[in-house]
C-alpha cells in the first residue's frame, strides 16, 4: 500500500477524521458487516439502517449529556437551513425573536428570521463570537 500524504482540515464545518475511521467507513461503503451490501444500497427503512440510527442516537445523547425526555433529530442542511428552521419552528404568531446580533452569522440567522415574523435584536456583541442567540419572548 502506498503512503498517502494527508492534509488535516481544521475549519469550522468538514474536518480531518482519524485515519482509522476512515478505513471502517471504506470497508462498510462497500459492505456493511453482516448485511452484504453498501449503506448507500440499505433502504432508510430497513432493520440494519434503522439500528444504524439507534446507535448514532444514543452516541450523541451519551456524548452531549442529552436526557430522554427531548429529541434527536438528523436534518440536513447545516447552520444555514437552521436560521430558517429555528424561527419556522419556535417563533409562533403574535411572538417576538430576540437575537444578540454577533456579526455576520447572526446577521444572516435574523435576516432569515424576519421572514418568518417578528424579530428585535436585544444587543450588539462583536467580540468576535460569530454567533447568534435566538429565544422567544
Same mark, same amino acid.
Given at each position: 500500500?502506498?503512503?498517502?500524504?494527508?492534509? #488535516?482540515?481544521?475549519?469550522? *464545518?468538514?474536518?480531518?477524521?482519524? /485515519?482509522?475511521?476512515?478505513?471502517?467507513?471504506?470497508?462498510? +461503503?462497500?459492505?456493511?458487516?453482516?448485511?452484504?451490501? @453498501?449503506?448507500?444500497?440499505?433502504?432508510?427503512?430497513? =432493520?440494519?439502517?434503522?439500528?444504524? /440510527?439507534?446507535?448514532?442516537?444514543?452516541?450523541?445523547?451519551?456524548? =452531549?449529556?442529552?436526557? @430522554?425526555? #427531548?429529541?434527536?433529530?438528523? /436534518?440536513? &442542511? &447545516?447552520?444555514? +437551513?437552521?436560521? @430558517?428552521?429555528?424561527?419556522?419552528?419556535?417563533?409562533?404568531? &403574535?411572538?417576538? =425573536?430576540? #437575537?444578540?446580533?454577533? *456579526?455576520?452569522?447572526?446577521?444572516?440567522?435574523?435576516?432569515?428570521?424576519?421572514?418568518? *415574523?417578528?424579530?428585535?435584536?436585544?444587543?450588539?456583541?462583536?467580540? *468576535? +463570537?460569530?454567533?447568534? /442567540?435566538?429565544?422567544?419572548?
Amino acid at each position: 500500500m502506498a503512503t498517502v500524504h494527508r492534509v #488535516y482540515n481544521f475549519s469550522a *464545518g468538514p474536518a480531518v477524521l482519524p /485515519l482509522p475511521v476512515l478505513e471502517e467507513i471504506q470497508r462498510d +461503503l462497500i459492505s456493511l458487516p453482516g448485511v452484504g451490501m @453498501s449503506i448507500l444500497e440499505i433502504s432508510h427503512r430497513s =432493520a440494519p439502517f434503522e439500528k444504524i /440510527l439507534a446507535e448514532a442516537e444514543q452516541s450523541i445523547r451519551s456524548l =452531549a449529556g442529552i436526557p @430522554s425526555n #427531548y429529541k434527536v433529530l438528523f /436534518l440536513q &442542511g &447545516g447552520a444555514s +437551513l437552521q436560521f @430558517s428552521m429555528v424561527p419556522m419552528n419556535l417563533l409562533t404568531a &403574535g411572538a417576538t =425573536a430576540d #437575537y444578540i446580533d454577533g *456579526g455576520s452569522w447572526a446577521e444572516k440567522a435574523i435576516k432569515e428570521a424576519k421572514k418568518i *415574523g417578528t424579530v428585535n435584536v436585544a444587543a450588539n456583541d462583536f467580540s *468576535g +463570537l460569530s454567533t447568534s /442567540l435566538f429565544w422567544v419572548a
